[in-house]
């Protein structure tokens, strides 16, 4: 990068040091935390809508449909996260290629699941075999945010579904009273007030899908633990910068991250806690006013 | 070869018992659930453990954390804060490359050889990973439910005449653990759902003996079909699930049995601990 870092060898102390961290790795090093940052920001909304529809369904009045919302927000309850996400990226991909081997090539006459392998026609691989790097990045990134919206989806139900339950009937009522029909007061009463009851259940979740993020390393995304691992590892003198195991220092790093990004957040929620119970006749809504007082 | 031989083969292989080789094709179902309830053992072992061991420790950092003196209080806090606020799966990488890191030879102590290795083993430091997570999570909800015990029982106390050791051992004690409950109850669950990550983070599965979920993993690599294996899992794990609620909900009963049945604190399953 730097013109005086062109020959590593001669380099001592702090120039080493400095002209190490800037070489082509630690940039892509550096990348990668944009890599979960981008996920969180991608898989938050998704998560929030997904959760959104599994609350809706759970309270359907058609039998089916309630039923598949409620065993989707029951399945987080008793089984480790971890085995939905290994079992959702290999399950979606396989889906999504039988699906198109469906479509692109009827007359393919083999099984598709033949002893231990899963083959399917080769015009229905996706993404295609000759197609970029970049674009099987992309794919797996794309697989990785599916899984995480689908898991934390099931969670978010959860907390939707015990915020619009928390909605005092009343208000429900006196909608009704006014003649509105069942979607009018879903519309107008019901979501814009269960915001509030909503809220300490979603900033929790938020606190969770943080520290879920160094699961995209298990999904096979170049993320910052699989580069701290990468590059921390111990160099040797056939490296440009040959260096011992600093792995541990790699995660040192990583921990402080996710210990900011947990601070931040903490002050950021409880500033939007505050804002929400802002003349509300809740605790929080009392201690405000009496302050003021 | 009938289902009862391949039990007997596998049963105990995440131990180190029993036939060396995995299976490596003609997967049966029979071996999948054998070899997968055979890593069950692992993942009860660190969980119940570490929950024993953790509870002890938590009930001691929660009092520091309630503590007048700062000297005891800032500790607690910023050992609470460090492990509740960085991800488990980051927690184990860091601890098994600091305890690589220690000499191979052992460490010589006041003339005596303290020998290292053992640590960073599996069973050693994730155990010691797994504790102090726990000890923090369950702190944090034992200083919370320290903070909400009601104000006219302590008063009460007080007019007995209780005061000092006996007041918190007779009146402060109880009643944390009885409101503390219920979210203990879902620490102990997602205790459990966090052991599956052992084997996935820093620490190696020696000669192949690892936890359920290495198991169910092994499984879907070689055949490409995760619809049995991690069923499997999800299976056990909702056994494992409903045991300890049981369990927990045995000691809830005994902590409130002087309450009239309707005040009683109930436990439901909430899914926010997750690490």
């Known amino acids: ?293 | 070869m009938s289902c009862w031989e391949t039990i007997g083969q596998y049963a105990f292989r995440s131990l180190g018992h029993g036939e060396r080789l995995l299976p490596r094709s003609d997967f049966t179902l029979c071996q999948q659930f054998t070899l997968i309830g055979s890593g069950m053992i692992w993942n009860i072992y660190f969980g119940l453990l570490s929950l024993v061991a953790g509870f002890f420790f938590a009930n001691a950092l929660a009092m520091a954390k309630a503590s007048r003196h700062a000297w005891l209080r800032k500790p607690a806090e910023w050992f609470i804060f460090v492990f509740r606020g960085s991800p488990l799966f980051i927690q184990f990488f860091l601890a098994y490359e600091a305890l690589v890191m220690l000499p191979r030879a052992g460490i010589v102590l006041w003339g005596l050889t303290v020998e290292t290795s053992w640590l960073t083993k599996a069973w050693a430091g994730a155990l010691i990973v797994l504790f102090l997570n726990t000890a923090a999570y369950s702190a944090e909800i034992f200083y919370g439910a320290l903070r909400s015990i009601p104000k006219g029982d302590l008063e009460a106390a007080d007019a007995y005449g209780l005061s000092g050791w006996a007041k918190f051992r007779r009146v402060q004690w109880p009643t944390m653990l009885r409101l503390a409950w219920p979210a203990y109850t879902n620490e102990a669950i997602f205790l459990f759902h966090a052991t599956t990550l052992v084997f996935f983070s820093g620490f190696p599965a020696f000669q192949q003996r690892g936890d359920a979920l290495y198991y169910a993993n092994y499984f879907a690599d070689k055949t490409f079909n995760p619809f049995v294996p991690y069923p499997i899992v999800a299976f056990y794990f909702i056994c494992l699930t409903l045991l300890v609620i049981w369990l927990f909900g045995v000691v809830n009963t005994r902590l409130n049995r002087h309450l009239p049945a309707n005040t009683r604190s109930r436990i439901r399953l909430r899914p926010q601990i997750i690490r």
């Not at chain 1, 309270?59 to 919302?69: C, H, T």
């Not at chain 1, 083999?110 to 015009?123: D, H, M, T, W």
């Not at chain 1, 979501?191 to 809220?199: E, H, I, K, N, T």
């Open chain 1, 1 to 293: 990068m730097f013109t005086s870092c062109a020959d590593p060898a001669t380099l001592e102390g702090l120039s080493w040091l400095l002209c190490y961290l800037v070489t082509g790795k630690q940039i892509a090093f550096y990348w990668s935390f944009l890599t979960v940052l981008t996920l969180l920001a991608v898989t938050a909304p998704t998560a929030l809508a997904f959760g959104f529809v599994g609350a809706m369904a759970s309270r359907s009045s058609l039998a089916p449909v309630s039923l598949i919302g409620r065993g989707y927000t029951a399945m987080v309850r008793g089984i480790p996260d971890i085995v939905f996400f290994l079992f959702f990226v290999i399950a979606l991909d396989q889906g999504i290629e039988w699906l198109t081997h469906q479509i692109r090539c009827p007359d393919w006459t083999e099984p598709v699941r033949q002893g231990l392998e899963f083959r399917v026609c080769p015009e229905a691989k996706v993404p295609p075999g000759h197609a970029p790097q970049v674009v099987h990045q992309i794919y797996g990134f794309a697989l990785a945010v599916v899984t995480f919206a689908l898991v934390f989806g099931a969670f978010a139900a959860n907390v939707l579904l015990g915020a619009m339950q928390a909605v005092p009937r009343a208000q429900l009522e006196t909608a009704e009273s006014y003649g509105m029909t069942p979607r009018q007061v879903f519309r107008r009463i019901l979501v814009p007030q269960m915001w509030v009851y909503a809220l300490p259940g979603l900033s929790n979740l938020w606190m969770i899908l943080i520290k879920a993020t160094p699961l995209l390393f298990l999904l096979g995304v170049q993320d910052i633990v699989y580069w701290a691992r990468e590059l921390g590892g111990a160099k040797t003198s056939a490296y440009a910068f040959p260096h011992p195991d600093w792995r541990l220092y790699y995660f040192l790093v990583l921990l402080v991250f996710y210990l900011c990004m947990t601070r931040v957040s903490e002050i950021v929620l409880a500033r939007v806690a505050q804002r929400l119970s802002f003349g509300q006749a809740t605790a929080a809504g009392e201690a405000q006013r009496k302050a003021a007082a």
